[in-house]
């Protein structure tokens, strides 16, 4: 599994704009960046990280790229659909640089992610616009690459120093002028030695590492501290997080959920994406034991057959899968499973595909991601003999989402009715409207006063609609979840 499977979803601007009201004095050479982010949760964390390292080199957010000085794409690789985007992109980036050259005004064009990491040199060849290309595990080296690139120089940087990277990010993430939404995500851990044979996450993020206990909770205890109530650990494989505590030894995941679950203020806490095969009893426990962990766990599968499980390389079967469910569920009866499926893997049958249904049938998802298998170069899936043609791959697909959507839909409707506590994380599209997360990660809207951004709420739900829940607050509770200091709601 990589970190959340939205990898086909784009996210655009701009982690940066939290920088738009506090960055403008940090140099009198205002310079205006535009970032798009694709993919998943951990890019959106990256692209965070890159503001702030932009912050301090006088750089403001613009929402608009006609307006900016430095384009960034943060790119993803994991499906081709994904890859291909960027380059569409750039064709249209192409077109607004030549209208600002004819004012006399230039722009930088930046590649970063995981595309930048996978094709390196070969997208300033394809896309002769772009001046810059930064894999995932260098973008503390931006201010100076992009000096490289004033002096007229193409630069091409995706070198694999993780460590420099977290060492860096977390002096970073110490920066005042950044303002946060009450729910962020914290890098805890990137890479993977899983080597799925469909998966490129290994090749573009490289091996497992995880940062120090020591980095991580500074950085939780400094977002708490600006106002954050919720944070979820991101991972490529975030359960098999095994990071150096202060005393030398190495902590799981469990163990650092615990340490977190003490910050006050960080009310919530969720992580993701896990891996079967690092499901240990501690991080069960840990779902058992403390109220702050969500009742909510994305626990990729991929396919419901042995056979293809095999295939894929995820090492462990559908029976162990199950057991494993088993003993989640007996630890916390309330949690939501969630999961990703792959459909039409090489050498997928009828009945492989079947059993996947069986599978879904017999686990029943609270929401569930779903993809057609996309040959990826470099991975051994891709020459694998016994390919599914596309047209068998959609019917399956179609099939395997109306399952999921029932399923959906019914965790959905069982919530009708339920009171339970909300994070209002935002505005929603109406006047008067909040729209929060239920602990189950369902969107909640509700009727609320902007105020009451950043502040966790009893909510009765009135309504299900069909991607989220309609509430109201319950009269007369305050926000019952602050235990200490009450952090300033970011707005
Ligand atoms: N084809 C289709 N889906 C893929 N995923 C990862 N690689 C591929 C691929 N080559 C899916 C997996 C993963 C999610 C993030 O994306 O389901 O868990
Ligand atoms: Fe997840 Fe497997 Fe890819 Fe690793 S190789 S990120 S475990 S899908």
Redesign the pocket.
């Known amino acids: 599994?990589?970190?959340?499977?939205e990898?086909d979803q784009e996210t655009t601007a701009s982690a940066v704009s939290q920088l738009d009201d506090n960055a403008t004095d940090l140099s009198s050479n205002k310079r205006k960046v535009f970032v798009r982010t694709y993919g998943?949760q951990m890019n959106v964390y990256d692209s965070e990280r890159m503001a702030d390292v932009l912050s301090p080199e006088g750089y403001q957010a613009t929402e608009d790229m006609e307006d900016a000085d430095l384009v960034i794409l943060n790119t993803c690789h994991?499906?081709e659909k994904a890859a291909e985007k960027v380059y569409s992109e750039l064709g249209r980036i192409r077109k607004v640089k030549e209208q600002r050259a004819k004012s006399g005004k230039d722009m930088m064009v930046g590649v970063a992610g995981c595309v930048a990491q996978a094709e390196g040199e070969e997208i300033s060849r394809r896309a002769p616009i772009v001046d810059l290309v930064v894999g995932p595990q260098s973008y503390q080296k931006l201010p100076s690459l992009l000096d490289e690139v004033r002096k007229g120089k193409k630069v091409v940087e995706t070198e694999f120093d993780i460590d420099a990277k977290f060492a860096h990010l977390s002096e970073r993430a110490a920066n005042p002028v950044l303002k946060r939404p009450p729910a962020a995500f914290l890098t805890v851990q990137e890479g993977c030695d899983k080597f799925?044979t469909?998966?490129?996450?290994p090749y573009t993020r490289g091996g497992e590492v995880s940062r120090t206990v020591d980095q991580i909770v500074n950085e939780a205890e400094r977002m708490a501290a600006s106002g954050v109530r919720e944070v979820t650990l991101l991972g490529q494989n975030v359960n098999a997080y095994h990071g150096e505590a202060p005393d030398g030894s190495t902590w799981g995941l469990g163990r650092l959920l615990r340490r977190l679950s003490e910050i006050k203020g960080l009310d919530r806490l969720r992580y993701t994406?896990s891996h079967p095969r690092d499901m240990d009893d501690d991080l069960i426990a840990a779902h058992r034991d403390l109220k702050s962990v969500m009742p909510y766990l994305h626990l990729?599968v991929?396919s419901g057959s042995d056979k293809i499980l095999k295939a894929m390389n995820r090492r462990h079967t559908r029976d162990e899968y199950f057991q494993l469910i088993d003993r989640i569920r007996e630890a916390a009866p309330d949690l939501a499973l969630s999961g990703?499926?792959?459909v039409g893997f090489p050498g997928e049958t009828d009945q492989d595909f079947e059993d996947t249904m069986d599978l879904i049938r017999r686990v029943q998802y609270g929401s569930a991601?779903?993809?057609?298998?996309?040959?990826?170069p470099g991975?051994p899936?891709a020459t694998m003999d016994g390919q599914v043609p596309e047209d068998v791959k959609s019917e399956r697909l179609a099939k395997l989402q109306a399952l999921v959507s029932e399923q959906q839909q019914a965790f959905n409707a069982s919530r009708l009715g339920m009171s339970f506590d909300v994070l209002l994380e935002k505005k929603g599209r109406n006047a008067g409207q909040l729209v929060g997360k239920s602990p189950w990660l369902q969107p909640v809207q509700l009727d609320a006063p902007e105020s009451l951004i950043g502040s966790i709420q009893a909510v009765e739900i009135v309504k299900i609609g069909s991607n989220s829940l309609f509430g109201q607050l319950i009269d007369g509770q305050d926000d019952k979840d602050i235990s200490g200091a009450i952090p300033t709601p970011a707005a």
């Open positions: 599994m990589t970190s959340r499977p990898a998943c994991i499906r799925c469909f998966c490129v996450v994406t990729p991929q990703d499926f792959i991601f779903s993809f057609k298998y996309s040959q990826r991975t899936g």
